[in-house]
């Protein structure tokens, strides 16, 4: 029998009775209802009757005003069979609204506009056989709602507006396998679903998984960057502190999953390692401030590259025997003043540094390592002045189509591109991309395949520029005011870009494989960011940001279960 005959059909039986009998109880029968010997009929009614003699096994309120069933309210009718609730202006049922009706059969609510139903609204109702939830207007039901209910039989979920999305993943596959009879349950949404039974729609697997990054690790110290290396199978971080004038040097504590925080350790052109697996390598003049950190292992030997305003920049070498850092070599820096990047290059079997210099009178210069102890040179050595009196920003090296290139970026001009001559062993000037201006930062990433430059520009737009005809082409442009960084990285097979600003919070990219672009995913806090650097440990995934003016913060990535 359709459900709305069902409890038209109560309330006709229920009206009949009631005027014999109501003379006969020994109870007040509630404003606004009407009683028999085992029925309670309310029509109108604004509150459900709080108490009812233990005979009453039937209670019906239609027509009413009833807002809420809050938990435990029909806790003292122990021995209610039936309970209709429709056609009130009900929008929110509570965990264990139904508490103490263990000998329930009959549950109706229909006709209301229900916007909350909460997991454990039903719990408890093992002896229900009958349950209709019709003409509600719910678009989604809480995961697990129908657990208790051992006893159903038939189930009535029609005329609601449900949504054939992740929030209704586990209905659908409750429908799949349930042997209660169910009504059809059409979808109203998305558009491409509206019409369809629920239970037909298929169920890929890995469909309803998405991300999140959580904060996990506050570090209080102000950095300009984060570099992350492994020696002999645990994870450091270096960070550039231009506060302290130092480079941080940080271990991965693999029983507490962080960075281990110490004491600070000050020297004169050193720090130590023992005990507190922590360093600090200090400047060694005054005035000078640290402003890069950069890690290189070469031979199975960990080297530091500390870069300072002013010049004074140095290498460090980590001494297994004295364990600690010693100075290693300083830096030719002739035509160095201001530091602003450092990138690590190999080409064929030849190592590079590169320091980028942002001043005006000044020259990024590329170091090439030499290990001539006969002559006296063991170390990174001046190779190649490049790119004169364009204060540049940022350096990023590529390979593609079976070239190497390297791309410096400027707050003068726009980027210019160098393609290394395999004859004459330099850089030679290859071109610019135009149409870009400001850029502070420049990274390549590749997604299927295909290579991509992220160019961080402090004012205007940010671009993502996709390498295709051998050369740069715009393809997305991000809104960015006050941008320093725009990072990509990827975990497993998910490709972000975190874009960082002085002025606002960060905004994670995420790439679509369908549309093959990037939208919007989330916003994380991090004051003043200026690198996102991965870190992958014991099965978990990290990403260390820098702060150049709050705490350097570690977030988790997660998996999530949308249908949860």
């Not at 029968?29 to 108490?51: A, D, L, Y």
């Not at 508490?99 to 039903?122: R, V």
């Amino acid at each position: 029998m359709p459900s709305a005959l069902r409890w038209l059909a109560v309330l006709f039986v229920s009206w009949c009775v009631c005027g014999e009998a109501a003379s006969k109880r020994n109870f007040k029968c509630p404003s606004g209802c009407s009683c028999s010997k085992e029925t309670i009929v309310c029509i109108g009614t604004s509150q459900i009757p709080r108490t009812v003699p233990n005979d009453i096994t039937s209670l019906s309120i239609v027509n009413g005003s009833i807002a809420e069933i809050a938990e435990g309210i029909f806790s003292l009718m122990p021995f209610l069979q039936l309970l209709l609730v429709n056609a009130n202006s009900l929008t929110t049922i509570k965990d264990d609204a139904f508490y103490g009706l263990s000998h329930l059969e009959y549950l109706f609510i229909e006709g209301n506009k229900i916007q909350t139903i909460t997991k454990n609204a039903l719990r408890g109702l093992r002896a229900l056989t009958y349950l209709s939830l019709a003409n509600n207007g719910m678009r989604f039901l809480p995961r697990d709602l129908f657990f208790d209910l051992d006893s159903l039989m038939e189930l009535d979920l029609r005329g609601n507006s449900f949504q054939c999305s992740c929030e209704n993943k586990w209905l659908m596959t409750w429908l799949k396998n349930t042997n209660a009879t169910v009504s059809d349950v059409l979808c109203a949404g998305p558009n491409d679903m509206k019409g369809k039974r629920l239970n037909d729609i298929p169920i890929p697997p890995g469909e309803c998984i998405s991300t999140d990054f959580v904060r996990h690790q506050s570090i209080p110290i102000q950095s300009l960057s984060g570099d992350i290396f492994s020696f002999k199978e645990d994870i450091f971080v270096a960070m550039a502190a231009p506060n302290s004038n130092s480079c941080v040097i940080m271990e991965w504590d693999h029983i507490e999953m962080n960075f281990r925080k110490f004491d600070n350790i000050t020297g004169h052109g050193f720090c130590r390692a023992a005990e507190v697996q922590y360093c600090q390598i200090m400047g060694r003049t005054a005035g000078k401030s640290v402003v890069g950190c950069k890690s290189v292992l070469i031979e199975n030997h960990v080297l530091i590259i500390v870069t300072q305003l002013f010049g004074g920049s140095h290498i460090y070498k980590f001494d297994e025997q004295q364990n600690k850092f010693i100075k290693f070599q300083t830096i030719e820096v002739f035509n160095i003043s201001k530091p602003n990047d450092m990138e690590v290059i190999q080409i064929d079997s030849d190592l590079y540094f590169l320091i980028v210099d942002s001043s005006k009178a000044g020259m990024s210069t590329l170091y090439k390592w030499r290990d001539q102890p006969d002559r006296n040179e063991t170390g990174f050595y001046s190779y190649q002045f490049l790119h004169e009196w364009f204060r540049d920003t940022d350096a990023e090296f590529v390979e593609v189509d079976g070239k190497s290139y390297l791309i410096l970026a400027s707050r003068s001009q726009p980027p210019v591109i160098y393609l290394w001559n395999k004859s004459t062993l330099k850089f030679i000037y290859h071109g610019e991309i135009p149409d870009v201006d400001d850029v502070v930062a420049v990274k390549a990433f590749r997604v299927e395949g295909e290579l991509y430059l992220a160019l961080a520009c402090y004012i205007g737009d940010s671009k993502v520029l996709k390498w295709a005809n051998k050369q740069f082409t715009e393809v997305l442009s991000l809104p960015s005011r006050g941008a320093m960084i725009l990072q990509p990285f990827t975990f497993a097979d998910r490709q972000y870009l975190a874009l960082g600003s002085d002025y606002s919070f960060t905004q994670i990219y995420l790439w679509d494989t369908e549309t093959k672009t990037f939208h919007k995913f989330k916003d994380i806090y991090v004051q003043s960011p200026r690198s996102f650097t991965v870190v992958t440990s014991d099965r978990r995934s990290f990403v260390f940001s820098s702060s150049l003016k709050g705490k350097s913060i570690v977030f988790e990535h997660i998996f999530v279960d949308l249908s949860l």
